[in-house]
């Protein structure tokens, strides 16, 4: 034999890499008992299964994935759908956040996370074109508005479903993982309240998003609890823009105001951008609740209070959901909801 040929399914530069055959002729069993070790079969005994993963790293065995989704039926991917502009993706550390807990939950598994940004109209039909076409595993949907129609359209495909925060329609039985917003708007309130503040607003959030409307009936709550009358409410799109411009709004019809609750940190960073603009000074002459906690801070290093909003734990748990959702298709899953907590900080207590 030339010095130079080599046995079929040696691993090695230029030589062909190891078949099934190879393995299994390795691990001392049969091609389909090494085929269900490598795909997660329970017919195997964990003797031949130890035998296969030692082959496995003798050999340098890749499975073939396209052969491995034939046999299994599963992609071997998940899909983020953010039905936002790429921009707003882009700019809001929000999305940073559920992009980097997602991956977290999937780090032990074989799955990997594909990223959808889709909005209303073309984007939203193409995206559920590629959802429904078998190269996702299930979907994680993400900053989900009243008239996109991901509950229903997705509930149709029987795909494994999970959202982060809570989906207008929670009859169709789609898990979700959220925040108590609703407790979150009163604890600003209650806070405000405590300090002696008296003539409040609130900046909100859009009145198409639960988490929006939910923050603002906790708000108002928590105002009627401290037995104070609710001021105006001026409603922007959790950007910084629109919380300056809400502002500017706001203070036009209520000068007096001595203290506002923006319903996202990016939003609070308006404000305050506005109340300087005025000569009014924070927290002195107005203080300022955010909603998230990005540990964000004004132009000259203001801290935040604001509630706490723990996304990346919150994304992971998403994760976590949608792999038990894939392994075990049709298995009931309870909504799992974080509490909400407070932490104050210069814009409210000097």
Known sequence: MNANSSRPGTPGAGRPSPTLEDLA??????????????????????HAQAAVDAAIVALGYTPNRAARSLVTRRAGSVALVIPEPDARVMMDPYFAAVITGVNEALRGTDLQLVLLMSRAGDDSARTLRYLRGGHVDGAIVVSHHRADDWVETLGATGLPTVFIGRPWDTGAGIPYVDLDNFEGGRLAARHL?????????SVAGPTDMTAAVDRLDGWLQGLKDAGLQPGPVIHGDFTTTGGAAAAGRLLAQAPGVDGIFAASDLMALGVVDALRGTGRRVPEDVAVVGFDNHAIQASNGLGLTTVAHPMVDMA????QLLASAIGSPGEHMDPVVYPAELVVRASTVP
């Open 25 to 46: 002729s390795a691990a001392g069993v049969s091609r389909s008992t090494a085929s269900r070790a490598i795909n997660g079969g329970s017919k195997v005994s964990a």
């Open 193 to 201: 309240a405590s300090l002696g503040r008296s003539t409040l607003a």
């Open 316 to 319: 992971s748990a998403a994760g």
